[in-house]
């Protein structure tokens, strides 16, 4: 069988696509040797390592890095993320918060969300146009925000939701913009809506993680 195959079929990697792309990385040892082709011919007897924790999404360790440097997420919390795309948001939340709630506007994830809500008691996610959906009010601890938008229909889809948080509850709101863009239109655009900015943390990639909390 071939090496990329067997990953995903015992469930090391989620995909073939992932499954390759730990292969010919590197990250895959097959009777002791690093093997970097993906058509490799392996059997059930061979031992097959992986590095670990390799097939959780880019937006877990995102998500990890933030929570290292900020503490945004506290035990006990309820969480609404907003965009879960492939999940990685939910996955790291739900490792400190007592529930995590994902609303997703693809139903291309569908299966892979449920997959993730299945095998972790307190993920619940539904799917949705985040622009109109509505939402319980007062609900959530911590409202997670990052969508592939504009910076103007980011904030208009918080707009939507940030009823769902409660008072002096803590958002992040992840804004797509070069570095050379001002970044104190947005900023001020956030406080109209009843937000206190707390911090705003700048990674090498054209984001701005916007840490604020409703008053």
């Known amino acids: 069988m071939r090496l990329d195959s067997y990953l995903v079929e015992i469930g090391n990697l989620g995909s073939r696509g992932r499954a390759k792309r730990a292969i010919v990385e590197g990250h895959v040892n097959v009777n002791g040797k690093i093997i970097t082709k993906p058509s490799f011919d392996v059997a059930y007897s061979d031992n097959i390592d992986v590095t670990e924790g390799l097939d959780k999404p880019a937006g877990y360790w995102k998500l990890k890095e933030i929570q290292e440097k900020t503490n945004l997420i506290k035990k006990e919390d309820t969480v609404l993320d907003i965009g879960s795309s492939a999940g990685g948001f939910l996955m790291f939340a739900s490792e400190i918060a007592s529930h995590v709630h994902g609303i997703e506007f693809s139903r291309e994830f569908r299966s ?28 959530f601890d911590v409202l997670l925000l990052d969508i592939t938008a504009s910076p103007l229909s980011s904030i208009k889809a918080l707009e939507n939701v940030l009823p769902a948080l409660k008072s002096g509850g803590r958002l992040l709101q992840i804004i797509k913009l ?9 900023l001020k655009k956030l406080s109209s809506l009843g937000l206190e900015i707390v911090e705003m943390l700048e990674p090498e990639k054209k984001e701005a993680y916007i840490i604020a909390r409703k008053l």
């Open 178 to 186: 070069p570095k050379d863009r001002d970044r104190e239109p947005i």
């Open 112 to 139: 892979l969300l449920g997959k993730l809500a299945h095998e972790r008691p307190n993920i619940t996610v539904e799917f949705g146009d985040i622009f109109t959906i509505p939402v319980e009010k007062e609900k």
